[in-house]
Every structure is written in C-alpha cells, then in structure tokens.
C-alpha cells in the first residue's frame, strides 16, 4: 500500500424537478437529505426546477434596449447569450457549487428525455462551465425497475448533441422571431400585439375558416327517402352520388313515381367486413380524444398526463409523437396487462392474458418508433382511488386504447340493396354483428374513441347527406318486390364548415406539421392568453385582436408552410443530417426583412374592445381585458400602467339596512362601499359609506 487515501468518485446527476429527483434518489440509495441535493455512496443528486438558465433578454446586450422603440429593431445579437433566471438564481447557485466538487468524476443528465429536457441541462452544464465526462439517463416511464434499468444502461453524452443542437436553434428561432415582429407590431401599433414562429400560422388557420363560413352562402336542397315497412332506403341517381338534389319539383315528381307502387331488388350484396382496433396514443391524439370525450383543453390533458406519468408512475412518456411500441417492450406487455386488471378492466384484460398475446406490425414497429415509444400503461400497481376524477378519466382512455390492442378486429356482414321502382333507384345498408372485437372494451362505459378518424367532421364541415345509418335488412332476394309504404322528400340545407375544436385545431397543425407534440397546447394557450382567441362553446374564435393582427403581420409569417418547412428542418437537425449554422442563417435574415416589412406598412390598428371610461392617469380611453381573475379596464396606451378591476369587488362589510355584503368602489373622492339591490331593469344603490 502506498499509504495514501484514494478518493471515491461519485456520479452527479441532474434531474428537472425536485418530485423526480426524489424518487431517483430513493431509488439509488441516497438517503442523505441536504436542501437543494441528496446523497449516496455512489450518487449526488440534484435538480433543475424547470428551466434555471435561459436566452438573455434585448437588455442584457444594451441598457437602451429596457425601452421598447421601432427605431432600434431588428435586435440580433452576433451571438446568443445564457442567463440564469432570477427567480431560480439560488437552485443554480446549489448545483454549480456540486459541480466544483473534486469527488464528482462524472454528471449523468436525467432530466426529461426529450429536446427541451436536453436543453435544460446542457445550458446549465455550459454556464457552469462543465468539463469532466457526462452520460445520459434515456427512460420512458418513472416506474423503480425503469429507473434501475436506466441507471444500468446509461447513453453516452455526445449521444444528444444533435437533439441539443436542435433545441437551441428552436429556443434561438422563436426568440429572433417572436421577439422582433412582436416589439415591432407592439411599438409601431402602441398595442400590445404578439406574434410567433407558430403562434401566428396557427392563428391563420382559425382566420381562414372564419373567411369560409363568412363567404358560405347556404342553398336549399332536397333528399328522398322510402319507406318499405321494416326498413328504408334513399334515392340515389346513381351508385356514389350523394342523394342531394337542387330542384325541389324534380325532387317531388321522383318521390310521386314512387308512391303507392312495388320496388323490385335489382342488386343485393353481403360482404364480411371489419375494422382493426384503434393505434395506441401519442400526446396529439390523446389531447384530441380527451377533448373530444371529456372537454378536456390540450393544456389540461398535458398537465393531468404528466401527474399520471411522474407523481402515479402509471404511463410511459407523455410527448411522445409515436403511436407504435418498439420490439423491446414486446417482453413486458403482459405485466403491463396484468397491472391494470383492476376494477372495470379486470375481465377486459384476463380475457386477453389467457392465451398468447397477439402482436403485430398494427402497434408493434421499430422503424416508427423514435426517441419514445407510444403513450401506454406502465406495470406499476394501480390504485384508482387514490387518482383525481380528472386523472381517472384521463387514464380510462389509455387503458382501454391499450387493452384494445389485443383484441380482434370487429366483424360484421354488411348488405348493400338497390330497389329500382322504374327507371329510380333506392339503396339502404344493413349490418350485422359477427364479433364485438375491440369494441368489446368500449362497451362497458368507457370513454374512449370508437373509431380513429371520428373527429374528420370537425375538422373540414362536410356535408355528409349520403350517409346511412345501420339497420337490420329483413331476407331478401333478387327479382323480389317490395311494396313502397311511403315515399318523402325532406328539404335541407347546406351548412358552413363548422369552427374548430380543440381536437380539430390540433389534428391541423399536426397535419401542417405546425409545432411538435410537446408545444401544441402551450401555443394554443398562449393564443387564448393573450387575447388573440377566444373560447366559445368549446370552439376556439379569432377575437378582434386577433383579426387585426393577422392583417398587419406580414403574409410570409402567416402561412403554416414555411413553419412547416422549419419544423421539418429542427426534426433533420436532431437527426444529425440538417445544419444549424445555415438554419440560423436563414432565420436571421427573415427577422430582419418581416421588421422592415412592419416599418414599412401604413395600415391601422383599431383596439377592438374600447370602452366609453377614460384613464385617469393619461385621459386616454380604457379597454377591457379579460384575465385569470376576471374582467380588467386597462389603459390603451402601452406606456401608461394604469389598470383596474371592471367588475365591482364584494367585501365581507355589511349594509346596515339590508345587511348584505358591500361593495367597493372608486370615486372621485376616494373609495366608497356601496350596498347594491337588483331591481326589474337596474342595480341601484341603498347605502353608501366612505371607505
């Protein structure tokens, strides 16, 4: 022995969260609890909050840049600048101090696997200036035995650097972008008018279809329909024609042809039929499933996502874009199945855990799997008890959509007739069950999609005039007559394409490729946040804030193509085959064009919700916003900060006459409570008191 001490290094690892490092500490033996890391024999470990460092704001590169001008854009630093946030400045404070520690040989990143998880810690690694080896911890799901696993078969570092490479062109894009047309609009406007790389496409979409229903112009027309007792059928002119005709006499003479004669079966055809059960979810279908079944917003279904896969530990990775399993997971599906055999799925599972899984390339195909795989049960134990209503809604329509991965399809005769009275032809569909299939696991009071493509009627407003409903068919045969009971004409309309929902609004962007899984709802939200949309009756409606500014937004930005092509392009860049510098490049340069484009323009912007209350601060009118907390009154120029509540606030004072609750009021005098009384046409007051 040489005599000397050797030291014991230790790994650091750098969870997102404060719950996550917990349960990984847990599981590696860290017991030692300090206040912002614990430790182990073998591990330190600690977290990130969130984002603690982030892109430097236009102040950080010049004082001049606090005060909002239009003389000073386009801003574009030489080179981006980290920061770390105040807010959060002594959890990064905690962690630098770990990494100068000389026992700590090596950091292992185990915050969220994805682009933004791998953002979070290579910009805190870089300010911290981080040189000693580092490894990545790649799970999807947070269960004890995924954690181990991980641990045991940690990724290289330089593994990610494409993925983080990626991550900073899209942080460095949306602040170029977002940051310059947002400050130009807002100054050359004085309103506060916000735009985005994605934000703003998305917003052309909801004004596109606002043009459409604008511009529809509805017609009349009409369908004919007879009735032969135990079934019915529609006139068609031809097979495929959709039954609809414009010319109510043309429609009335056919139906009289009709009435009171004998139809006679021309075509009669039975074909088996069936329809295999539903993928499994990624995050974009289960928002538009959620929304669909259980009103659930985008936003909302992410947050109660993420409580089920980080605090229950009951799904796999949430911001997944993939809806198939790789290989790999094929071993542990039938403890997954076993897991959620509780309650209303314990006979929906066992039926299926009887014999050998059926697995196939529907739901299991490592080519269409990328960094995650689909959204599906974990085999953690399940206590539906212990999860919120909105959690347990949320995880019936994942555990059904898995279940039903194993079933078969669902089969049924289908029967196709055409009676011909003359030379008039009318179809009717029949439909007989053979086997339930996966429907099965819908049939026991779960939410969860019939079908993959249910929410199409949404999202494009079709007329879908040809379409039949099932019925059953009484035995029939070729040559047979069929006395006609009644014949109608029905006189319809044709309608708008109806404003998008939640879902349908998703499955666009998903489809112009606007955003990624992970940031569609937060866009949708910001949309919602700053005026732009508006809620309404579960559908989303430009406001209009909203209009004018897609007006005065320069018409490159508006186009879902070119966000499209960038997002295709982040995608190639993490993949390692795009280049970043040239990216970069590229949006560098559009910064600069769109902010001479808004100098340039001579349009107007009108705030749309003035009212007739003057500021007492500057006299200029007051407009009304709405908030978390209510209605606002709000100054209509930006400079001024006057703002106030528009809604009357109720205090716990009482009326000493009617001894209800007071209000509280500004007068010119000061505050004032005030007793209010509803009468038929006005509230007035009874009592009033300086306050």
């Known amino acids: ?140 799901s947070q269960t004890d035995q995924a954690i181990r696993d991980g641990f045991r078969n940690l990724k290289p570092g330089h593994q990610y650097d494409a993925l983080y490479q990626s991550a900073v062109c899209r942080a460095e894009a949306d602040w170029l972008i977002g940051l310059n047309v947002t400050r130009a609009l807002t100054t050359k406007y004085n309103a506060q008018l916000a735009a985005g790389r994605v934000q703003t496409p998305t917003l052309s979409i909801l004004i596109e279809r606002e ?61 088996e039929k069936s329809e295999p059960h539903p993928q499994a979810y990624d995050l974009t279908e289960l928002q538009r499933d959620a929304n669909k079944r259980l009103g659930f917003s985008a936003k909302q279904t992410s947050n109660v996502l993420q409580r089920l896969y980080e605090q229950h530990k009951l799904v796999t990775y949430p911001r997944t874009d993939s809806r198939y399993i790789s290989s790999d997971i094929v071993p542990t599906l039938k403890g997954r199945l076993e897991s959620v055999a509780v309650g209303p799925y314990a006979a929906l599972a066992r039926k299926v855990l009887r014999g050998t899984l059926p697995v196939s390339k529907r739901f299991v195909d490592d080519s269409k799997v990328s960094d995650h795989h689909a959204i599906i049960p974990t085999d953690q134990y399940v206590n539906l008890s212990a999860l919120t209503n909105d959690e347990r809604r949320l995880y019936d329509l994942i555990v059904r959509r898995f279940i039903a991965l194993f079933y078969p399809p669902y089969r049924y005769d289908e029967t196709s007739v055409v009676l011909s009275v003359g030379d008039d032809h009318y179809f009717a569909k029949g439909r007989i069950e053979k086997d339930a299939g996966w429907k099965e696991v819908y049939a026991s009071g779960g939410a969860g999609s019939q079908g993959d493509d249910d929410w199409d009627d949404e999202e494009d407003g079709a007329d879908r005039s040809d379409a039949q409903p099932a019925q059953r068919l009484p035995e029939l045969a070729v040559g047979q007559t069929v006395p006609v009971k009644q014949c109608r004409t029905r006189e319809q309309r044709t309608q708008p394409p109806g404003r998008y929902t939640e879902a349908a609004l998703l499955a666009k962007m998903e489809k112009h490729g606007l955003g990624t899984p992970a940031t569609r709802a937060d866009i949708i939200e910001k949309l919602l946040q700053t005026d732009t949309i508006e809620r309404t009756q579960n559908r989303l409606i430009p406001t209009g804030k909203g209009r004018q500014l897609f007006e005065l937004v320069v018409d490159e930005l508006r186009s879902p193509d070119m966000t499209a092509e960038w997002e295709r392009e982040l995608e190639r860049i993490a993949k390692g ?63 001024c900060d006057y703002r106030r509540s528009a809604e009357p606030a109720l205090t716990n004072r009482r009326c000493p006459q009617c001894h209800k609750k007071m209000e509280i009021r500004n007068g010119k005098a000061g505050k004032f409570f005030i007793a209010v009384r509803a009468t038929s046409s006005r509230w007035s007051a009874t009592s009033r008191a300086a306050a």
Request: glycine share 6%; net charge positive.
């Open 1 to 140: 022995m040489s005599g000397e001490w050797s030291v014991v290094m230790k790994s650091l690892v750098l969870a997102e969260k404060p719950s996550v490092a917990k349960e990984i500490a847990r599981v590696l033996g860290c017991g030692q609890k300090h206040k912002s890391y614990m430790e182990g024999p073998d591990y330190v470990v600690t977290w990130a909050l969130g984002h603690l460092v982030t892109l430097a704001e236009p102040e950080d590169y010049d004082p001049k840049y606090r005060t909002w001008k239009l003389e000073d854009l386009p801003i574009i630093p030489e080179r981006m600048n980290l920061k770390v946030l105040k807010e959060t400045a002594g959890q990064f404070r905690a962690v630098a101090q770990l990494c100068k520690r000389a026992d700590l040989g090596e950091l292992i990143i185990a915050t969220d696997a994805g682009r933004e998880g791998e953002l979070v810690a290579r910009w805190i690694m870089e300010l911290v200036r981080w040189r000693k080896p580092f490894k990545r911890l790649w799970i999807s």
């Open 211 to 271: 043009r459409e229903i604008r511009d529809f112009q509805s017609k009349p027309y009409w369908t004919i329909a007879a009735d032969f007792g135990s079934f019915q059928a529609v006139w068609r002119e031809k097979d495929g024609h959709d039954g609809r005709l414009w010319d109510e006499a043309q429609a009335e003479a056919i139906a009289e042809r009709a009435r009171g004669r004998a139809a006679k079966v021309t075509k009669l055809r039975t074909t």
């Open 577 to 639: 085959k795009g280049d970043p510098q040239s990216f970069m490049a590229g949006i560098r340069e559009r910064a600069r064009l769109w902010v001479e484009e808004v100098k340039r323009e001579t349009k107007e912007y009108k705030p749309h919700n003035l009212t007739t209350s003057r500021c007492p601060s500057c006299g200029k009118p007051l407009m009304e916003v709405k908030g978390k907390r209510g209605k606002s009154l709000v100054c209509s120029d930006r400079e």
